[in-house]
């Protein structure tokens, strides 16, 4: 299977947001995941897992259907990809590992307001009076 495109063709616009007609249109990737692009005045992109989610969530009951503009195109023979559903789930990485450096400007330094008690650091706008 390779990439297939399609059109949100509402036939009742039931949040009464964004009429009827077409209104929206996007691609159904090899994997099946889904990237929508909505038309209008504040036009939107979101990716979704599949097109079934989609229908469920803009789909309003038949309200809205999906209009295939690429014909089923079958499987791929020279694609290899297993399903999704069959791949073990994997763990974000940890992107934040490496201890972050150190501010060397003096205006943030904690020693600043460390070393009188009671004082403010030197950026806040309250005073101390004694």
Same mark, same amino acid.
């Given at each position: 299977?390779?990439?297939?495109?399609?059109?949100?063709?509402?036939?009742?616009?039931?949040? +009464?947001?964004?009429?009827?007609?077409?209104?929206?249109?996007?691609?159904?990737?090899?994997?099946?995941?889904? =990237?929508?692009?909505?038309? +209008?005045?504040?036009?939107?992109?979101?990716? #979704?897992? +599949?097109?079934?989610?989609?229908?469920?969530?803009?789909? !309003?009951? +038949? =309200?809205?259907?999906?209009? #295939?503009? /690429?014909?089923?195109?079958?499987?791929?023979? /020279?694609?290899?990809?297993?399903?999704?559903?069959?791949?073990?789930?994997?763990? #974000?990485? /940890?992107?934040?590992?490496?201890?972050?450096?150190?501010?060397? /400007?003096?205006? !943030?330094?904690?020693?600043?307001?460390?070393?009188?008690?009671?004082?403010?650091?030197? #950026?806040?706008?309250?005073?101390?009076?004694?």
């Amino acid at each position: 299977m390779s990439s297939r495109r399609f059109r949100l063709i509402r036939h009742q616009d039931v949040s +009464g947001v964004s009429g009827t007609g077409p209104v929206a249109e996007g691609v159904q990737f090899t994997d099946g995941a889904v =990237a929508l692009r909505w038309y +209008g005045d504040y036009p939107t992109t979101t990716v #979704w897992d +599949g097109i079934d989610s989609v229908v469920a969530i803009h789909g !309003h009951g +038949g =309200a809205t259907v999906v209009e #295939w503009l /690429d014909p089923e195109p079958g499987p791929d023979p /020279d694609l290899r990809l297993p399903p999704r559903e069959t791949l073990p789930p994997r763990p #974000w990485p /940890d992107l934040h590992s490496a201890v972050e450096p150190q501010d060397p /400007d003096p205006l !943030h330094s904690e020693r600043d307001y460390r070393a009188a008690p009671g004082a403010a650091p030197p #950026w806040s706008s309250r005073r101390v009076f004694r």
